[in-house]
């Protein structure tokens, strides 16, 4: 065989299901083993469980760590094997084809009875059963995991997503109360719900909160990082995770490419260690930069009054000494959804009027609507107004850069705007307006806008960490890098994170 010939690891060449149930790559799987206490794989009496297996790798290499360290404590490697493939690690696979994957990747077969399992078991699952598990149907959604009927209710020749692990009260019945060392898995991400425009919702935070009711000692598990911050129907789940002071490190990715290639899933990725031996306020959390070690940085998980997480260690340290300042968030003056009583779909729109409506329904970018129409803050109509689209990108979607304020404008009296924009300042004065204009096109502004987007929809809650400016002067990131302290490290890196806006 020629030297130069290559011989790939199978799991790290399979192509994904889809964006939302993606395999992990072995070397992946592989850090996430390396934050364990390895002397777990040491102990024969250790319990691993993947609760959502797919290629099965999670399952290979926790077999293979188990074989090399307790190769002291049983010498014979039949005997090794056979112990650790009944008595160690169990899955519980997503789909019947991944049961059969998964088997393939431990067993070596996708029969565990069969004559070419590494370990022979009575029945041909072994350790990684899959079982068909319909939805429970209560007002049109499954009552355990929100899929819609209609979406879901269908025949028996298609899948029904209907995960095991999460479709019980008591997820301690599946193994007769067994009790798990470690629960490590990449749950399935969403389901599609039926709505507009191929709307979905979240399920990998049932995995995480099922697989805590069984209180393993060590919960690591891969995540879309939506969570930190916002995320359809994830507050309570946000509560929980940023509450627990077992929660003791996050590797965070910024772009899920970085950790799955080819894969996008705005908002990024990333996995996390639960510890119920780790009683702490703090969190250990290292964001991804390529071909660079791990910088881990211990800081307080929920901090200066807000109820979401600041994933990034630098803009934390930002932060910091913006709030430092003690000033208003310009939040306090951004206006909350539907400024002037107009939805994005309004189409009840006059030949002729006095007042213009800016609208997105419109290919000039704006029709006419008559003062009686408007149903909120009227009182603007003979002011100047700055406002921006309601859409955005999320940071990965835009390389990182993300946040360039497209569709910012200034309006002008005797006009409004429907909810498809954001009105951010409100004067008399034109002047004012321009002035904080100027303000919103600064990196500073941005940067600071970008810590809140996890998804393509801008609100007044964007500009929760933006402190409110003294408007009767416009402003350049010069002098807000001065007037905040700002390192040249800290200038360097918000320069190298958002681009420059004309």
Known sequence: MSKFSYNPDVLSCLANLSNDEVFTPPQLANQMLDMLPQELFSSPDTKFLDPCTKSGVFLREIAKRLIDGLAD????????????????????????LTSLMSRRSLYCSKDASGKYSLSHFDDADGNIHFDEILHTWQNGKCRYCGASQEVYDRGDDLETHAYEFIHTDNPNELYNNMTF????????????????????????????????????????????????????????????????????????????????????????????????????????????????????????KLDFGLNFFIRDNKVYEIVKKVKKQKESSLSDIVYSQKPYGFRTNF???????????????????????????ISKNKSDLRKWKLVTSRSTSVPEEDNGQVLRMSQTFIVEPMAVVTESYIVICVSDNKEIVENCYSYLKTRFFRLLCQITIVSPDVSQRTFTLVPLQDFSKPWTDEELYKKYGLTDEEIQFIESMIRPME
């Open 73 to 96: 404590k049983i010498p014979d490697l039949q005997k090794r094997i056979d112990h650790i493939m009944h008595h160690q690690i169990y899955g519980i696979a997503i789909t019947r």
């Open 181 to 300: 060392d470690v629960i490590i898995g990449n749950p399935p991400y969403q389901l599609g719900d039926g709505g507009n425009n191929a709307s979905a919702t979240p399920i990998y935070n049932l995995f995480v909160t099922q697989a805590r009711k069984l209180n393993p000692l060590h919960l690591i598990m891969i995540v879309p990082s939506r969570w930190y911050c916002g995320g359809r129907g994830l507050d309570e789940f946000r509560n929980m995770m940023l509450e627990d002071e077992s929660l003791q490190y996050i590797y965070d990715y910024k772009k899920s490419a970085d950790c799955f290639p080819g894969i996008r899933n705005g908002g990024g990725i990333c996995y996390f260690l639960r510890n119920v031996h780790y009683k702490s306020a703090l969190v250990n959390i290292a964001n991804h930069v390529e071909g660079e070690k791990a910088n881990w940085v211990q800081r307080k």
């Open 347 to 373: 189409t009840d729109f006059v030949d002729t009027g006095t007042i213009k409506l800016y609208t997105k329904k419109s290919k000039r970018g704006y029709e006419y609507v008559t003062e009686e129409q």
